[in-house]
């Protein structure tokens, strides 16, 4: 069976500076990944997305995430966060990318310090 | 991208009766959608998946009799909890999918009293 770990709960940055929020996942075969955002009163909202390729993923609002698959793990970055990145992020498998139900992490709650 | 709407955003109900929640792709056609579960502070359950036209799979551990699903269109698919119970209140979060991709709705908080 797929399984998401999301090792961190919470975690607290300042603005402006880097962050990166850590995703390990247990697949069988090659994984589909994928990183979502969850504002209050909002859909999800697709981030980026592995499926193939260059392992290193660019994704809207300037977010970016690498596939490592020696160590199982999709970890999100951006060098630089703004008060508005404030929410919940979740990083997700999936066995056919979009056309099957995806496995979840727990989530990340993301808190930007003025 | 491709747009999702649930309705309703929030219902509250007493303990025994049945609530209906409805997803539609605004803007695409969505032969197959997904039903979540979101509990606070938790992660999103898969419950379902929703064929156009056909019976939908639903994940194991989810009562198919307890938690009906149609999808008698392309741009439709509702989640009907029969005879809710406080243990029921949840975030139910739907999804179309799209060339390869799922696009989410705001979901819906429902909590049976």
């Known amino acids: 069976a797929q399984s998401v770990t999301q090792p961190d709960i919470h975690i607290t940055v300042s603005e402006g500076a880097s962050l990166e929020l850590r995703c390990n996942y247990s697949?069988?075969?090659?994984?589909?990944l994928f990183w979502y955002v969850q504002s209050p009163g909002q859909g999800l909202q697709l981030l980026l997305k592995?499926?193939?390729?260059?392992?290193l993923v660019q994704g809207i609002k300037g977010f970016e995430a690498e596939f490592k698959r020696s160590q199982s793990s999709f970890n999100l970055r951006k060098p630089s966060v703004h008060w508005s990145d404030a929410a919940e992020y979740f990083c997700?498998?999936?066995?056919?990318?979009?056309?099957?139900?995806?496995?979840f992490g727990k989530g990340t709650h993301l808190i930007i310090q003025p | 991208g491709a747009v999702v709407s649930q309705h309703p955003s929030w219902v509250i109900c007493k303990s025994g009766t049945s609530v209906k929640i409805e997803c539609r792709s605004l803007?695409?056609?969505?032969?197959?959608m997904f039903w979540y579960r979101q509990f606070p502070k938790q992660s999103l359950m898969l419950m379902a998946t929703?064929?156009?036209?056909?019976?939908?799979?639903?994940e194991q551990g989810v009562e198919k009799d307890k938690f009906l699903i149609n999808h008698a269109s392309l741009t439709l698919s509702t989640l009907t909890v029969t005879s809710a119970h406080p243990e029921d209140s949840s975030f139910y979060i739907c999804?179309?999918?799209?060339?390869?991709?799922?696009?989410f709705g705001p979901g819906t908080r429902l909590t049976v009293l």
């Open positions: 997700a498998v999936g066995a056919g990318g979009g056309a099957d139900g995806l496995t």
């Open positions: 697949y069988g075969a090659t994984p589909y």
């Open positions: 592995y499926f193939s390729g260059d392992t």
């Open positions: 803007d695409f056609q969505a032969t197959t």
């Open positions: 929703s064929n156009e036209g056909s019976k939908a799979t639903y």
């Open positions: 999804s179309g999918q799209k060339n390869n991709e799922q696009f």
